[in-house]
T-cell receptor, first 115, second 112 residues
Framework: DAGVIQSPRHEVTEMGQEVTLRCKPI?????LFWYRQTMMRGLELLIY????????DSGMPEDRFSAKMPNASFSTLKIQPSEPRDSAVYFC?????????????FGPGTRLTVL | GESVGLHLPTLSVQEGDNSIINCAYS??????FIWYKQESGKGPQFIID?????DKRQGQRVTVLLNKTVKHLSLQIAATQPGDSAVYFC???????????FGKGTRLHILP
């Protein structure tokens, strides 16, 4: 298996623009997680899905952030409009089952820079 | 590389020596703990885990120790190699919840 796939790997955009990050989880995994990593806050969980359904989005910072999972093999995280403070590395992870029993596998991340 | 934290605590260890990375977890109800390794430019990678009914678990060159009394977790790496240079995160899970909470991380630097 290729592991969790994320695209793009790097994104540079200007403030106010829409940004869409993409993730393909490991085939057969029922859980998908979106994280954000910054120097100040470390690794934060933004939202996670179980069987394509959003379960907990309490980590999503603002209404500017939204995430979808239209099918088992694809998810997007959208920021609209983007702001400089959104600059971070965004990771997608997937797991076979709940995190209490199964390992989360992380993608390589998308490094977002908002100018 | 990725910005994993310029202000992380750093542990410098001579190549070949053993290293111990410590973590204090926050929730006494947590019952599952995981160590992740993050190399520059990559996502976190699972190393080893331990459940609260154990106090020690060994893997290949790594050992995790759990002290529930003081809510402390440690990762021991034997005979460190240059490839062990990375940021190490502990994470905790409570009552088989769907999610895990990550700690701030420790940077391990291997000296030649």
């Amino acid at each position: 298996d290729a592991g969790v796939i994320q695209s793009p790997r790097h994104e540079v955009t200007e403030m106010g623009q829409e940004v869409t990050l993409r993730c393909k989880p490991i085939s057969g995994h029922d859980y998908l997680f979106w994280y954000r990593q910054t120097m100040m806050r470390g690794l934060e969980l933004l939202i996670y899905f179980n069987n394509n359904v959003p379960i907990d989005d309490s980590g999503m910072p603002e209404d500017r952030f939204s995430a979808k999972m239209p099918n088992a093999s694809f998810s997007t995280l959208k920021i609209q409009p983007s702001e400089p403070r959104d600059s971070a590395v965004y990771f997608c992870a997937s797991s076979l089952g709940t995190s209490g029993t199964d390992t989360q596998y992380f993608g390589p991340g998308t490094r977002l820079t908002v100018l | 590389g990725e910005s994993v934290g310029l202000h992380l605590p750093t542990l410098s260890v001579q190549e070949g020596d053993n290293s111990i990375i410590n973590c204090a977890y926050s929730n006494s109800a947590s019952d599952y703990f995981i160590w992740y390794k993050q190399e520059s430019g990559k996502g976190p990678q699972f190393i080893i885990d331990i459940r609260s009914n154990m106090d020690k678990r060994q893997g290949q060159r790594v050992t995790v120790l759990l002290n529930k009394t003081v809510k402390h977790l440690s990762l021991q790496i034997a005979a460190t190699q240059p490839g062990d240079s990375a940021v190490y995160f502990c994470a905790e899970n409570m009552n088989r919840d769907d999610k895990i909470i990550f700690g701030k991380g420790t940077r391990l630097h291997i000296l030649p």
